[in-house]
């Protein structure tokens, strides 16, 4: 039940929002008393922290896994973290909409156990990039916090307007995306005058 | 009086939400009536839709100038579009907030007015990239419809965490960022396997 109300509750906040869903709609699409609801949770603003709590624990799982993948260059680990973050936003559209969208009505509290875990999701990124410089596959030149907020802007922004049913798949968008993080897009030969 | 609703509007929406502004609260903050604030618009809505207005058209009005400008090449009016999206950013901060989050409140007919003004900005884009690739400083495999995204994600992406007063400079942010898109991260002869 406590699963079946995170999952009534991500597609009522993704399609309505926060602020527009009531603990009753929740409970009236499941068919449970509100008795059910406050079995589990406190409040709405509870649930809502765990959708945010699942989602980004979901994400540094998967991270977690690519990270520990000894055999992979650090270019194929960025790649995997960019696949991955695509992958999840695609298959999970309505909770990308509320961990997006919804983080204001968290509360101090609940900000305090979300937020760290955002946080380290970003580093490990970072993490990737600067190994990839130490290491000599990446230019010596760059700022890895600055370009994990790049890569992760790449693949989020995925999220306003990627069709999961378009003509380019993720796997291709991945690709895409990589190419330009890697390589860059001008012609071979071109510097940037500085 | 117009211009002093919207903006104490974007002030308020960008602090509270939309949802949690009411008109009460808009015409108190001014000291003014009810009445005013309907001698100029319809309804909170109506505010909403010109607030986005404002935004979209600064910025497309912002990238005509750099699309007219005929002495610079593709990479530099992509370059001149990054900084002028993070500049925007940074000096409208509740504006953009405003923009990216409460785009769901537009009724169907004021989406139509702003998003067709959205997609001109991001078409934009995808056609400075285009002609960079017909002109041959970018290359010829690129998609220069998704890579219009990307780098609409890494420059819009900022609003999300980019600190005005931060180390970095929103001049050396759009510098790192560019010299990404343009040049990519790997080390010089370096190559994506494929």
New interface residues.
């Given amino acids: 039940m406590r699963e079946k109300i995170i999952n009534t509750s991500i597609a009522l906040f993704g399609a309505h929002?926060f602020?527009?869903t009531s603990i009753e709609d929740i409970t009236k699409e499941l068919g449970v008393t509100k008795g059910t609801f406050y079995y589990y949770f406190t409040n709405k603003e509870d649930v809502l922290m765990h959708i945010h709590l699942r989602f980004i624990e979901g994400l540094l799982e998967q991270q977690k896994a690519i990270l520990d993948n000894q055999s992979k260059t650090n270019?194929e680990k960025l790649h995997d973290n960019v696949q991955m973050v695509i992958r999840n936003i695609r298959n999970g559209v309505q909770s990308a909409k509320v961990f997006f969208?919804e983080m204001?009505h968290l509360n101090e509290h609940h900000t305090s156990k979300v937020l760290p875990k955002r946080h380290e999701f970003q580093r490990n990124i970072q993490g990737i990039?600067q190994r990839?410089i130490d290491e000599?596959?990446?230019?010596r030149d760059?700022?890895a916090d600055?370009?994990s907020?790049?890569v992760?802007?790449?693949?989020?922004?995925?999220y306003f307007?990627?069709e999961p049913d378009g003509e380019?798949s993720e796997d291709q968008?991945t690709d895409?995306?990589?190419?330009?993080?890697?390589?860059?897009?001008?012609?071979?030969g071109?510097?940037?005058d500085e």
Same sequence: chains 1, 2.
Avoid: D, H, P
């Fill in positions: 929002g602020r527009e270019q969208r204001k990039i990839g000599g596959e990446f230019r760059l700022r600055m370009l907020f790049a992760l802007g790449v693949a989020n922004w995925s307007w990627f380019v968008l895409i995306y990589m190419r330009m993080i890697i390589e860059g897009i001008q012609t071979k071109g510097e940037i």
